[in-house]
């Protein structure tokens, strides 16, 4: 590997150079770099949801959050249809997640736009290639990846890392108010999703 390849930006660098608030997890699974990368792109992302009563949990409490928010502002909760997949080779380029770029077999960028921080869920519907230049206030912009690395002849280092970047400083104060109690629970989720990835990599070598 040479010292420019080493040096060359990631993607989610190019996408979110500089960010209010980052979370990275790592695991490491078995197989080489292109056989994980495949099960990145194909891993169901709902059976963290489903196989996790910490995950389930989690998203009980923030749904019970956001139902009290309604009902003290006397307003109905529409409450999204919950998928029955979620693979990142199914997103779109347009949509409320989409893919931002792709670099394999090292790394996959996804994103998404909104305000999720006073006891309201709302994503943007956005295009990938707008997602770098946004820049509305009263918004973040969420940048994700992951990320493989060969570590040692069999097995290859999955990252996992997202990062937040407010459009104003009133929307910052309040994403930084929802981010630092819910930091380490947000890793949690994560860890099961980079768990998820872990078991379809096993089941295909």
């Not at 990142?88 to 893919?99: A, F, H, K, L, N």
């Not at 309201?120 to 206030?137: D, N, S």
């Not at 819910?182 to 994560?190: A, T, Y």
């Amino acid at each position: 590997m040479t010292t420019a390849s080493i040096a060359a930006p990631m993607l989610i660098e190019q996408l979110l150079p500089d960010y209010d608030a980052v979370r990275i997890e790592h695991r490491v699974v078995p197989g080489d770099l292109e056989a994980t990368y495949a099960a990145v792109m194909r891993a169901d992302f709902m059976r963290a949801w489903r196989d996790s009563a910490g995950v389930r949990a989690l998203f009980a409490a923030r749904a019970l959050g956001e139902k009290a928010v309604a009902a003290a502002s006397r307003r109905a909760l529409v409450e999204p249809p919950v998928p029955e997949s979620l693979r990142v080779e199914d997103m779109p380029q347009r949509g409320e997640w989409v893919v931002l770029g792709e670099d394999p077999p090292r790394e996959v960028a996804f994103g998404a736009i909104g305000r999720f921080w006073s006891g309201e869920t709302a994503w943007e519907q956005i295009v990938a290639t707008e997602f770098a230049a946004f820049a509305a206030p009263g918004f973040a912009k969420l940048a994700c990846n992951f990320s493989v690395r060969a570590y040692g002849a069999a097995q290859t280092l999955v990252s996992y890392e997202c990062r937040t970047l407010a459009t104003d400083d009133v929307a910052r104060a309040g994403f930084l108010r929802y981010w630092r109690p819910l930091s380490p629970f947000i890793g949690v989720v994560l860890r099961a999703q980079l768990g998820v990835v872990a078991d379809e990599a096993a089941r295909a070598g």
